[in-house]
C-alpha cells in the first residue's frame, strides 16, 4: 500500500494509504518509524505499527493507574484487562514494568503493610488477608509480615483501639463483663489482630 498522506491531531497521527484504508496512532509511535508520504508500506510493516500502537496504548494505561498509587502486578493486570486490552499485549507490557522497576511486588507489599500498621492500625490477619486478595505471591506476604507482631506498634493500635472501643461500649450503658468482653474481642478480631493480642488488650483493660 501506498501512504498518500500523514496528518497530525493533537497526539495522533492519521495514516491515509491509497486503498481508502486510514490508521490512527500516537505520535510517538508514528516517531519510531521511518514513515514517508508516498512511501509504500507492506502489510507486515503495518501488523508491525498496529502492535506497537497497541503496547504503547497499554503502557500509557498502565501509566496512568501507577500515577495515582502504587499496585500490586496482579490488580494492575485486573485494571487493564477490565479496559479491554488485548491479554498477550497486558502481560508483555507487565513483564516489562517489572523489568524496569516500575511494578515491584514485594516493594509494594512493604509499603502496604507499613502504611496498614501505622496509618490504619490494623492486625496481621486483615493485612494478610488483603495482601492475598492483591495476587502477592505467599512467600512475599510470609517476610513482609513477620516482623508484625514484635512491632510494639501492633500492641499498641491494638490497645488504642480497643480502649476506645471500651469506652463506647461503657457509654451505651453495657456492664455485663463477659458481654463487653465478646463485643471487644469481635472488634478487634474484625480489625485483623490476632487472639493472643486481643486477649491481652482485654486482660490490661478489664481484669486488670
Known amino acids: 500500500m501506498i501512504l498518500q498522506s500523514i496528518e497530525k491531531r493533537r497526539n495522533k ?5 491509497d486503498e481508502s484504508e ?7 509511535v508514528y516517531l519510531t518509524f521511518s514513515l514517508l508520504k508516498g512511501g509504500e508500506i507492506t502489510s507486515q510493516k503495518i501488523d508491525e505499527i498496529k502492535l506497537t500502537n497497541a503496547e504503547f496504548e497499554v503502557k500509557n494505561s498502565a501509566f496512568r493507574f ?29 513483564i516489562d514494568l517489572k523489568d524496569k522497576m ?5 516493594t509494594f507489599a512493604e509499603n502496604f503493610v507499613r502504611n496498614r500498621v501505622e496509618r490504619r492500625k490494623e492486625g496481621i490477619i486483615k493485612i494478610t ?12 506476604i510470609a517476610e513482609v509480615t513477620e516482623a ?5 506498634k501492633n500492641y499498641e493500635n491494638a490497645f488504642e483501639l480497643g480502649k476506645s472501643k471500651y469506652e463506647i461500649i461503657i457509654k451505651r450503658g453495657e456492664t455485663d463483663k463477659n458481654k463487653i468482653k465478646s463485643k471487644l474481642f469481635n472488634f478487634m478480631r474484625g480489625r485483623g489482630f490476632t487472639s493472643d493480642i486481643i ?3 482485654i486482660k490490661e483493660l478489664i481484669d486488670e
Open 199 to 201: 486477649v491481652e488488650v
Open 148 to 152: 508484625i507482631n514484635e512491632n510494639p
Open 66 to 94: 501507577l500515577s495515582n498509587r502504587n499496585h500490586s502486578a496482579f490488580e494492575l493486570e485486573t485494571k487493564l484487562k477490565k479496559k479491554g486490552f488485548d491479554p498477550e499485549i497486558i502481560q508483555k507490557v507487565i
Open 13 to 17: 497521527i492519521i495514516l491515509s494509504f
Open 102 to 106: 516500575y511494578l515491584n511486588d514485594f
Open 22 to 28: 486510514k490508521l490512527e496512532i500516537y505520535y510517538d
Open 129 to 140: 488477608s488483603e495482601l492475598y486478595k492483591k495476587g502477592i505471591a505467599r512467600e512475599i
